[in-house]
Every structure is written in structure tokens, then in C-alpha cells.
């Protein structure tokens, strides 16, 4: 297939002596934006180009470019540089598995190859949804990205997959002064025919959000401060798992901090009997991911089981480092930057209980449906968007929280309870921040999750 994959027919040249990978890329991004009811911005943007990596006498030594052709002549200079002392330190190299393999899944319907008017048609089909008195302000946005990556390293590596997604999000504010409320509607899959089977369904659920934005905005009150049992959705739950525990899982945090590697201690306590967490990059979602950028398989990697610290995320470098095993979840946003430890999916096991009585252990308490964003690490902060008053195991009235707060291990010890069904939502256009690396796909869900105490204000 050299028409749809150029990339596979680059011939890369091996000096003798050093250890070279290299990471080829075609990213292709499309954007469309209408502000208030007009159409402000169209956009189609393609990329090509390579980062390359040379080991030499214990150091790396990398260079990005978008001249395909110089390949070679950039791999023979770094080989040859000596701008870095030696060092005899492992960087993990040798514990890389050499994998062969080309895995195409989207080339039956690339969105790259679809036109901009069934992108256009697609979204305003949603637009008039906006149109509605309590609204003050909208934006409507198609985005879509497709990714081609080839990696092929001196050891024998040389491995081809794609990802793509694509979707819609709709921002607005709705209410007026200190009633007003700012949401977001997301509808995204991987493959434009398969956002067109679901258009129904998808403004279904708009109208059903805008219907819940509105009685939020007229009769929401604000929360009793103070600690409370509280309810997170697979969303909520999943954003929880991600930014107070998946960061804190990413082992270059730990590298050069023994006190953290002593209070991560592998099978020490860290949560309820019963709450897992794992992370893994070979399912589909905005998650997806088959093959790391050093080339390694992606599977499943247990965080905690069973409550017990039981595993933590790896690049070739930090898995030497801590003589553990490797993930796969070395990662990069593009060829232009190097890859770095990051999460895949991350999200909670579900539990045992049903939605239904897992409410009903409830007498008084709050239900966390949306956030807005997070952020954590030993203590995390949550700044929810839609909540509701618990009461009787029954959802009452809407109320306002600004922010919910803890710590970590303390939170994830008070989880008494987990749904028996996960959902993972498919977020276009999010992603994950790290070392100026923004945005990374990634995806987050989980059961609905009880939590005996949180701090909520």
C-alpha cells in the first residue's frame, strides 16, 4: 500500500558502533469553527517529518526534521558528534523487544480523505440546538486529526500503525451574572460514518444537557462546605484516576527521589479493598495506541489491585533506572518532540454494585456529573461543572460546587463502593498536558464511584 503509506518506503541507514530508532510521522489536523452563529475559522494543516535518536557511549543525542530525504545525513552527524561526554549509564535499550508489524486500521474510511463538506454538514446539523434564549454566548467546532507513524530502529524494529478521531464540541454559557453556567457538549468517534449512524442519538443527548443546563442555571444553590459523601460519574472518576494517581504512576517523576520511591512501595496499601486501577493503550478510543514511540507493544498495566500498589507506568530509561519491567507508555505529541512517560487509558475497575443501590447507600450526600478540569498530585483538586444534591439515595436538587479537594491516598482509602459497568468517553480535541508535550490523546472513565468522604466547598 506505498500510496497511502510513503513512510513505509523511507530507507534508513545504520552506522556500526551506536544505537539509532527513528520515529516517522504524517499528521494531518482539520479545524472548523462557527462563534455566535457564524462560520470563523477553517483550517488544514499536514506535517511530515522524523525525530531520530542516536545513542552514543551512554547519552542520546536527537534531532527533529521535516526533510525526509537528509534522514541519513542527519543520523551519520549525530553518530558521529561528540558534544557530550561518555557515560556508562543504561538506558534500557537492550530490554527492548524488536517487534516487525504494520497495523492500518482506518484505511477502509480515512478522515483525512473525507470531504470538508460532510464535516461542515455534520455540524451544523447541531447548531441550531444553540439557539435557545438562556444561551449568552456559543461556539460550535468540527476537529479531526490523523495520525501515520512508522518506528524502525539498528536493532531490527520496525513497526507502522495509524490512529485517527474525530467530532464535534459545543461550548456555551447559559444563565446571566452570578447564575450563569459554562458547559460543553463533546460528540467524537474514529470514523466520520460512524459519528453519522449516531446523529440522532448525539442531539438527543445535546438537547438533553442543554435541558439540565437550564434548570441548573435557574435553581442550582450553593453547597454546605464542609466533608461529604460524594458520587463520581465514569467521567469524573476517570479524570480523579488520571490526575491524582496515573501522573503520580509515571516513573519519571520518581527517578532521583527516593523518598517517593519509598512511599510508592510496590505492594504497600494504597486504596480500599476491592478499587483497581490499570492503564491500557491497546483499546480503541482517544486512548488508543498499539505501539509506544520506542517501538513496544502496548498492554495492560495494573496501577493498583485490589487496593495494593502493584505497578507503575515506563519508558526504556526509567524502567532501568528501577530495575521494573516495561510498559510501553513511552510517548510523544509529534515528531518534534522526544517521547517521555505518559498515560494510554486510565480508569477504574468496575466494582460489584449496581447504579441503582450504589445511590441508595446514600441518605446525604452530592453526585459529581461533569468537571470542568483537575489537577494533583500527593493532593488533587477537582473544579466540578454539574452537581446534584443526593438525598434519601435519590438525585434532588442542583448545587454549586467550586472545587473538591484531598489527597490522594487518603480519598482512594474512603472509596466504598464501585459500579458494575465502566464507560470510557471518547474525548476529540482533549488530551493530557506534560513538559510542554499538549495535547496527548488520551482516555479516562470508570464505574460510578463512592467515596464516604471528600472536602467539598
Avoid at 488544514?44 to 545525513?73: F, K, M, P, Y
Avoid at 448525539?202 to 458520587?231: S, Y
Avoid at 448545587?399 to 459497568?421: C, M, N, P, W, Y
Wanted: overall charge negative; hydrophobic content about 40%.
Amino acid at each position: 500500500m506505498p500510496e497511502l503509506h510513503p513512510l513505509q518506503a523511507i530507507k534508513i541507514d545504520f552506522p556500526d558502533g551506536v544505537y539509532v530508532d527513528v520515529r516517522l510521522e504524517r499528521n494531518v489536523d482539520h479545524r472548523i469553527r462557527f462563534c455566535d452563529g457564524e462560520l470563523d475559522d477553517v483550517q488544514a494543516t499536514v506535517e511530515t517529518g522524523a525525530l531520530i535518536r542516536v545513542l552514543r557511549e551512554g547519552q542520546w543525542l536527537l534531532a527533529s526534521t521535516t526533510a525526509l530525504d537528509e534522514i541519513n545525513d542527519v543520523i551519520a552527524d549525530l553518530a558521529s558528534s561528540s558534544v557530550l561526554p561518555p557515560t556508562e549509564r543504561d538506558v534500557g535499550v537492550e530490554s527492548l523487544i524488536i517487534h516487525r508489524d504494520q497495523l492500518w486500521i482506518f484505511d477502509d474510511e480515512r478522515i483525512d480523505h473525507q470531504p470538508t463538506t460532510a464535516k461542515l454538514d455534520f455540524l451544523k446539523r447541531l447548531i441550531p440546538s444553540m439557539d435557545r434564549p438562556g444561551i449568552k454566548t456559543w461556539n460550535a467546532r468540527w476537529l479531526d486529526q490523523h495520525r501515520d507513524r512508522r518506528f524502525v530502529s539498528s536493532r531490527g524494529a520496525d513497526v507502522s500503525h495509524d490512529y485517527q478521531e474525530c467530532g464535534v464540541i459545543l461550548g456555551f454559557t447559559l444563565g446571566l451574572a452570578a447564575n450563569a453556567i459554562q458547559e460543553s457538549f463533546r460528540a467524537s468517534n474514529h470514523r466520520l460514518s460512524e459519528l453519522e449512524s449516531q446523529s440522532e442519538r448525539i442531539l438527543n443527548e445535546l438537547e438533553a444537557l442543554l435541558d439540565k443546563c437550564e434548570r441548573f442555571a435557574q435553581e442550582a444553590v450553593a453547597v454546605d462546605a464542609g466533608p461529604a459523601t460524594v458520587i463520581l460519574s465514569p467521567m469524573a472518576a476517570g479524570i480523579f484516576a488520571h490526575e491524582s494517581f496515573g501522573h503520580k504512576s509515571e516513573a519519571d517523576t520518581m527517578l532521583g527521589d527516593p523518598q517517593m520511591l519509598e512511599d510508592w512501595k510496590m505492594g504497600s496499601r494504597v486504596a480500599a479493598e476491592g478499587v483497581s486501577i490499570v492503564d491500557a493503550g491497546g483499546g480503541l478510543g482517544s486512548g488508543y495506541m498499539p505501539y509506544d514511540d520506542e517501538g513496544q507493544k502496548t498492554g495492560q498495566t495494573h496501577l493498583i489491585k485490589d487496593g495494593l500498589l502493584s505497578g507503575r507506568l515506563h519508558s526504556a530509561l526509567t524502567a532501568a533506572a528501577l530495575g521494573e519491567p516495561l510498559t510501553a507508555n513511552a510517548r510523544a505529541i509529534s515528531f518534534r518532540f522526544e517521547p517521555i512517560v505518559r498515560m494510554t487509558t486510565t480508569i477504574f475497575e468496575p466494582g460489584t454494585e449496581t447504579r441503582e443501590r450504589l445511590f441508595a447507600g446514600v441518605d446525604d450526600g452530592y453526585f459529581i456529573e461533569t468537571v470542568r478540569h483537575g489537577s494533583g498530585m500527593s493532593t488533587f483538586t477537582i473544579a466540578p461543572g454539574l452537581c446534584w444534591k443526593i438525598r434519601h439515595g435519590e438525585l434532588a436538587e442542583p448545587v454549586r460546587i467550586a472545587v473538591i479537594t484531598g489527597t490522594v491516598f487518603e480519598t482512594l482509602s474512603e472509596i466504598d463502593g464501585l459500579s458494575d459497568q465502566v464507560e470510557i468517553p471518547f474525548l476529540v480535541g482533549g488530551g493530557c498536558g506534560k513538559m510542554d508535550q499538549w495535547p496527548l490523546s488520551v482516555g479516562f472513565g470508570g464505574p460510578y464511584v463512592r467515596v464516604r468522604r471528600m472536602d467539598v466547598s
